[in-house]
């Protein structure tokens, strides 16, 4: 949903609930650099990776969104979800329903999820112009748009573009978890 009024963030997280043992490495932190990736598809049938966005002054990866584009910053939506809801195919169909206008990827390998420690959809991270995770967690404090008083992301982002630290660099992320598959052992 896109919340209106507010500057809002979808993050398409697809983010997910983790068991230890299925993760391949430590979770990202904030100050960590930035897990990398290349060869995602997204909704245009196109690779794309973390280096196509050089010139973005901050990132929004979300494990789905609005953005402030016109300020620089490139909102990345993510999906890691491999049931058959959340595949590519309904992917497209839900983009082109909603008019997104942001690269919306899938990596059905779910490494990205992994990687970055994403656990429920959303689950925001916040990248700053050297690619160092900057933020992590919620978009705001209420499930209830119309109820939040604080707009994590949106103050995250104001902080990296005039070029300071977010006023509050990890917040407790909420929403539906992520179904990672198994690893075999």
């Given at each position: 949903?896109?919340?209106?009024?507010?500057?809002?963030?979808?993050?398409?997280?697809?983010?997910?609930?983790?068991?230890?043992?299925?993760?391949?490495?430590?979770?990202?932190?904030?100050?960590?650099?930035?897990?990398?990736?290349?060869?995602?598809?997204?909704?245009?049938?196109?690779?794309?990776?973390?280096?196509?966005?050089?010139?973005?002054?901050?990132?929004?990866?979300?494990?789905?969104?609005?953005?402030?584009?016109?300020?620089?910053?490139?909102?990345?939506?993510?999906?890691?979800?491999?049931?058959p809801a959340d595949r590519l195919d309904?992917?497209?169909?839900?983009?082109?329903?909603?008019?997104?206008?942001?690269?919306?990827?899938?990596?059905?390998?779910?490494?990205?999820?992994?990687?970055?420690?994403?656990?429920?959809?959303?689950?925001?991270?916040?990248?700053?112009?050297?690619?160092?995770?900057?933020?992590?967690?919620?978009?705001?404090?209420?499930?209830?748009?119309?109820?939040?008083?604080?707009?994590?992301?949106?103050?995250?982002?104001?902080?990296?573009?005039?070029?300071?630290?977010?006023?509050?660099?990890?917040?407790?992320?909420?929403?539906?978890?992520?179904?990672?598959?198994?690893?075999?052992?």
């Amino acid at each position: 949903m896109i919340r209106k009024g507010t500057i809002s963030f979808m993050m398409v997280a697809a983010a997910m609930a983790l068991a230890p043992s299925a993760l391949a490495a430590e979770a990202s932190k904030v100050g960590d650099a930035a897990p990398d990736w290349s060869g995602i598809i997204g909704i245009d049938d196109k690779e794309h990776s973390l280096a196509d966005y050089k010139e973005a002054k901050a990132i929004v990866l979300v494990f789905t969104c609005n953005d402030y584009g016109p300020k620089g910053v490139q909102v990345i939506a993510v999906n890691v979800n491999n049931i058959p809801a959340d595949r590519l195919d309904k992917m497209k169909e839900r983009a082109k329903a909603k008019g997104f206008n942001f690269p919306y990827i899938y990596d059905s390998s779910q490494k990205m999820g992994h990687d970055y420690g994403a656990k429920v959809t959303p689950h925001v991270f916040g990248l700053d112009k050297d690619r160092k995770i900057a933020y992590i967690g919620a978009i705001d404090n209420s499930q209830k748009p119309d109820r939040a008083d604080k707009h994590y992301v949106r103050d995250a982002l104001d902080a990296l573009l005039a070029g300071n630290k977010p006023p509050q660099a990890e917040t407790k992320a909420f929403g539906c978890s992520i179904k990672y598959e198994k690893k075999a052992e």
